[in-house]
């Protein structure tokens, strides 16, 4: 008897930005708990023809399916193209992970509007096309798994990171929200809220500066701090654990929630090697939120209902 792919513990899977960093963590680590995984990447037969070809050599020594994906979330067309290419493919996306994204640390006044608008569309825009692209899919299937990688950031605000926190604040707003919106066609929800990692990522090392050095200039020594942030982050990390926040933390979490049952999940799953404490801030608005939800009327939009 076949299984229905509401019940399948081997899902379709499609992870943006998996190329390097925290998408190719998480994408490795759903292909070794058994799921066909695509890694999405821009431009595999040319810029990242080597990520390409170390995702096909992590696929083979460990016996997985998982595989390289043109995927430019920047692009309606492209978007679309890698959900079509998939479903062709597969037949299905049972689960797509919006991970792509970038970081900006400086002072907020030095940043262009260009700058804010450029991270703004990779952090949050990006979010919207490939929804679209994946939607009708998962609609037609009455059964699919939004995931999105969103920040600690967006819940305990820090300085010299305003573009980079409002654009993740933008795209869990938004990704809370639409969440609602297709839960009664069996879609689940999952944001995932990880801390910061120091290593086994370059994001701070690609951070962008601000476009305007003549105005950081103009703060003095407050800008000596942005520098001291990965040490001061290292530090706390070994105060609460004995060793950096592990990478892998978020693919390991993200396996373990896809392997509960739909309707289940946990809206946020928060992997916070700081202790920031924001599991406290989203219990209170866990809470209120269905309480008003429910004086609305609209409270059957927080639950996936039975599957067919």
Not at 58 to 79: K, Q, Y
Not at 83 to 102: K, T
């Amino acid at each position: 008897m076949s299984i229905s792919i509401h019940d399948s513990p081997r899902q379709v899977v499609v992870v943006t930005g998996a190329g390097s960093g925290l998408g190719q963590a998480v994408a490795e680590k759903l292909a070794l708990a058994g799921h066909i995984v695509y890694a999405g990447m821009r431009g595999i037969a040319s810029r990242s023809a080597e990520r390409a070809a170390t995702t096909l050599q992590f696929a083979t020594e460990n016996h997985v399916t998982l595989r390289p994906l043109e995927l430019d979330v920047l692009s309606d067309t492209g978007c679309r193209a890698a959900i079509d290419q998939v479903v062709f493919e597969q037949g299905r996306v049972d689960v797509l992970v919006n991970n792509a994204g970038m970081l900006m640390s400086g002072v907020a006044e030095a940043f262009t509007p260009e700058q804010f608008l450029t991270i703004l569309d990779t952090n949050a825009v990006s979010w919207l096309r490939m929804n679209r692209a994946v939607l009708p899919v998962m609609r037609r299937q009455h059964a699919g798994t939004l995931v999105y990688v969103s920040s600690t950031t967006t819940h305990i605000a820090e300085p010299f990171m305003a573009t980079y926190i409002a654009s993740k604040a933008a795209g869990e707003a938004f990704a809370e929200s639409i969440g609602f919106e297709v839960t009664p066609f069996g879609i689940d929800t999952i944001i995932v809220v990880p801390g910061a990692f120091t290593q086994g990522t370059q994001h701070f090392a690609h951070s962008n500066p601000p476009a305007e050095p003549a105005v950081t200039a103009q703060y003095g020594d407050l800008t000596s701090a942005v520098a001291e942030i990965p040490a001061r982050l290292e530090a706390i990390d070994f105060a609460h654990q004995g060793h950096p926040a592990d990478i892998g933390s978020v693919g390991d979490a993200l396996v373990d929630v896809l392997g509960q049952p739909r309707g289940t999940r946990p809206r946020r799953v928060i992997i916070d090697a700081q202790h920031k404490g924001v599991q406290d801030i989203d219990a209170v608005r866990t809470e209120r939120q269905r309480a008003f939800f429910t004086a609305l009327g609209i409270d059957h939009l927080i639950d996936i209902p039975a599957h067919p």
